[in-house]
């Protein structure tokens, strides 16, 4: 049998080939269409979209006018601590630090070291000026009898005010809680005061024995000599010299022993109180300041350029955010400070933030309604100011819906679901926030239209 193939089905590969050419064919013009284009094509392609004509609702409420800046959190007092002395030391060193900026401050807590003494935090509105010894009298010694009572070291015994020996086993349960030894008038453990007190003593049992003695020869003789002054006035002069000799010792005594010395102790007005500032390392030489506290109510401080402050007065609504904790707090404008370029202080104030840059700017005090949670201290915060707003709801558009025409007349364009665009004649009121106050002065306007802010 012969390969070679028959007519027909040679008739069937040549129609098979040319449907297959054909369709290619057809392809290669359809991608040609596409990618070809008329130079009309092209112009029609780079042209700008047609214009699309904007509108924004009319609103009916209360129009306010706002100031926004930011403002830093900050306690009302700053107490500036740096120690000048250290029992026993020659050179101020930073010896250790129990606390770092940003911390919390308590009753009793040791802040710090310095040449190996500690500063230790109470309560109280008057800073230490003085060294408090056994025997001092004053307000700041019935300031220390509190703070101590306060942690449970003092328990009375003492005139109010009179540093005695109550006073001084509450100090030595101080620095026994706080694990340093119990500073004293004589020095490290009282060194320099004991000849002192040793002659007191001897002085004492010196005049005891001369008294005994009369007392022993009154008793049992000799009688007092020719021109000897008579025993019993001998005796009387004795018991006086003993009698002076008993309260030197005892005034000695009272005025030595355990001692609060003014660097070891910082009294602040409000606990628990912030360290606001703190960057000595451990080796350091001590410089001022050495550490900042913060304590009181927080509140905020605010920098207001001159146009911004201008719209701000006392009493005025505020709103603080603070982004990072997620909360939100009413305050109330407390003043507002004169023009100013003064640096806000190192470490920040109530009264230190803001977007100045440097210039000049009004100090502005925000003081919260409600005491804010301490995790707000140091924070800072979005403040927001209402500087006016209207007695009532008003009817309000964006700024860009007012137009004025030649004619002094101003006018919104109102947009109906047709499309079709009317002026209407508005009086223009009040405006804040990009809004402003309308009232139609002839023609129809309501809550709910619509009008252009952008036209095609």
Sequence with gaps: MSDEPTPIVRRRRITLVLAAACAVLSTTGLLASTLVKSPQQLLADSSPPPGTQLTAVVEKRVLTSTVVARGTVEASARLEITPTAAEGAGTLVLTAARVKAGAEVTAGQVLLAVSGRPLIVLKGAVPAYRDLKPGDTGADVTQLQRALRDLRHYRGGDAEGTFGDATEDAVRRLYQQAGYDVPDTGGPGGRTDRPALAEAAAAVDAARAEVAAMRRRIKDGPPAATGEAPLSEQLARLEGRLADAEAAEADLIATTGPMVPLDEVAFVPELPARVATFTARVGDPVEAPLLVLSSGA???????????????????????????????????????????????????????????????????????????????????????????????????????????????????????AAGTVTRVEVRAGASGDGFVAVSPAGGELAAGDRVVVSAP
């Design 298 to 416: 927080l509140r905020v401080g605010v920098r207001l350029r001159p146009e911004q402050a201008g719209l701000i007065r006392a009493d005025q609504a505020a709103a603080l955010r603070a982004d990072s904790l997620g909360q939100n707090a009413d305050a109330t404008v407390t003043s507002v400070g004169e023009l100013t370029t003064d640096p806000p202080p190192a470490g920040g104030e109530a009264g230190g933030a803001g977007d100045q840059g440097g210039g000049p700017y009004h100090p502005v005090l925000i003081t919260p309604r409600k005491p804010l949670p301490a995790q707000w201290a140091g924070q800072d915060v979005r403040v927001t100011i209402t500087a006016a707003q209207t007695d009532g709801e008003v009817l309000v558009v964006p700024l860009s819906a007012v137009s004025a025409g030649a004619d002094g007349r101003t006018t919104v364009s109102t947009v109906d």
